[in-house]
């Protein structure tokens, strides 16, 4: 999830590669060899490669290829090794390559739930097994009755059918992968794709075993006869993400494993929101962020704070106000995404360009500071802006957020967790990294940090505690340089 800070518009344009019907420009080769091949057979054995935790940083592609597999594939010829790890390598040479990051999460997070524990695959989206863990809590709160058991049960039976796939693969709970992605796909993990896609495959009697009724899968059942849809879908936001279970000839296939997180908080969105409304899910998902929240210190001083979601603008807002040291305020924001468009776009879509969100959170953070100002011993104040969603992009634009002694920044949620949680910080440190920020902009340096504000405080760390002069180059002024 990137933070509420306008984006230069190439970086923007590069985090989305389109409908993967786009791609056939670029992978005209990658086309003809899929299009003569089983489609689910293909499928299946690519999906096992996300299994693989040395690929971690390659999800992105193994992605692409079982979308592109399960669409276009027309004939019953089954690819060899040396087919995939073609087909692998091919996609180094386009666009998809440079979609590809290292690995900023575990491979494999642990679910804690009423039920147990699950392992899930992290898989493409910022933070899905923690953004997974909030949506778990909510389908635990809901009433014990058959009227929430439509929503509860296959909830439960995807995470048992993920759970099984990850043990059978030997993964374990925050198992890290390969942080560096790989450009050619090796014969030793060429040869693991008939041991995983087993991993993958399920009888009828194994799911009786694990306690998985197929109605309940159902749900979560992938519509074979509209595949091709696929093609005219991005890889942020179509079916297969959403229904990633297929059964043919008595078996039921687990096609997507990274899919898991996904799937779930999209399914449990549209079953509220249907039955109950958009504003109704909104608030009972600001409600467990307030429950949340309410157990963690906040940065690791303040104590657990009691926080409470009240209407602001066209979405619901939180907020704490605190003297951390001698003339000093932070000020912390959680705004709720709004989930305007959700339906629609899902995870490949932004909640951005909402005027009445922006507004909101303007006045608030100008309520703090006249606050501050309030007290003849105020120096300067910090906004700490802390959005709360479901993990999809938020972006606003707050470029008037421009105001004398006082800073904004911006993070999400589940950073804003690992932040509080990290006993090194302390709040004043906030202070320290604004001067460190103001003297390398002095040196006529523009840090462009896509990344976020816990990505400035462990590079910072990583430096042992400055910026500036470790830079040994000639930068001319004004250069933009990506954080």
């Known amino acids: 999830m990137f933070p509420l800070s306008p984006m230069p518009k190439k970086l923007e344009e590069n985090q989305n590669t389109g409908a993967f019907e786009d791609l056939r420009k670029q992978y005209k080769d990658t086309f003809a060899v899929l299009e003569g091949s089983d489609p689910l057979a293909t499928a299946l054995s690519f999906a096992a490669l996300l299994l693989n935790e040395n690929l971690q940083s390659s999800t992105y592609r193994i992605e692409t290829l079982v979308n592109l597999a399960l669409a276009l594939g027309r004939d019953k010829n089954r690819l060899k090794q040396k087919d995939f790890r073609r087909l692998y390598g091919d996609m180094e040479k386009g666009i998809v390559a440079r979609q590809e990051d290292p690995a900023e999460d575990v491979f494999v997070s642990n679910i804690s739930t009423m039920r147990g524990n699950f392992l899930v695959l992290e898989g493409l989206s910022e933070g899905a097994g923690y953004f997974l863990q909030v ?3 909510m389908v635990d709160s809901l009433p014990k009755n058959e009227s929430y058991d439509v929503i509860r049960d296959p909830v439960y039976a995807l995470l048992t059918l993920s759970d099984e796939a990850c043990k059978r693969a030997g993964l374990s709970r925050n198992q890290l992968g390969n942080e560096i992605p790989k450009a050619k796909l090796t014969p030793q ?5 008939t041991e995983l896609r087993k991993c993958l495959t399920f009888s009828s009697a ?5 306690g998985i009724k197929l109605d309940d899968l159902g749900e979560f059942g992938f519509d074979p006869s509209a595949r091709t849809k696929l093609l005219k879908q991005s890889l942020l936001h179509n079916d297969l993400e959403r229904w990633p279970v297929c059964h043919k000839d008595g078996k039921t296939f687990l096609l997507l494993p990274t899919a898991i997180s996904g799937g779930i908080r999209r399914f449990v969105f549209e079953m509220v929101v249907k039955a109950y409304g958009l504003d109704t ?4 998902l600001a409600h467990e962020y307030s429950k949340r929240l309410n157990l963690i210190p906040f940065l690791g001083e303040f104590g657990r704070v009691q926080l409470e979601f009240t209407p602001a603008g066209d979405t619901l807002m939180a907020s704490v106000f605190r003297w951390v040291d001698d003339g000093r305020v932070l000020h912390i924001l959680f705004f709720m995404d709004n989930l305007r468009g959700f339906e629609k776009t899902g995870f490949g879509g932004w909640d951005k360009n909402q005027p009445t969100t922006s507004a909101a959170i303007l006045d608030h953070i100008k309520l703090a500071k006249a606050k501050a100002e309030g007290s003849d011993d105020f120096k300067s104040g910090i906004s700490l802006v802390v959005s709360c969603g479901v993990g999809r992009g ?8 421009e105001l004398e002694d006082w800073d904004v920044d ?14 090194s910080f302390a709040p004043i440190s906030l202070w320290r990294l604004k001067d460190a920020e103001r003297q390398v902009s002095e040196a006529g340096i523009e840090l ?4 976020g504000l816990l990505n400035l405080i462990a590079w910072r760390e990583q430096l042992g505690g400055t910026w500036y002069h470790t830079i040994r180059f000639q930068i001319p002024s004004g250069t933009e340089v990506p954080v």
Not at 189 to 193: G, K, L, Q, T, V
Request: proline share 0%; net charge negative.
């Open 394 to 401: 938020i972006m606003h634009d707050v470029s008037v957020l």
């Open 448 to 451: 462009i940090n896509i990344n």
């Open 189 to 193: 993990d060429a040869e693991r794709i």
């Open 206 to 210: 194994d799911l009786d075993d694990l």
């Open 135 to 137: 949506f778990m809590q």
């Open 281 to 284: 899910f909104l608030k009972a």
């Open 410 to 423: 911006f993070l999400s949620v589940h950073d804003f967790e690992v932040l509080s949680n990290k006993n």
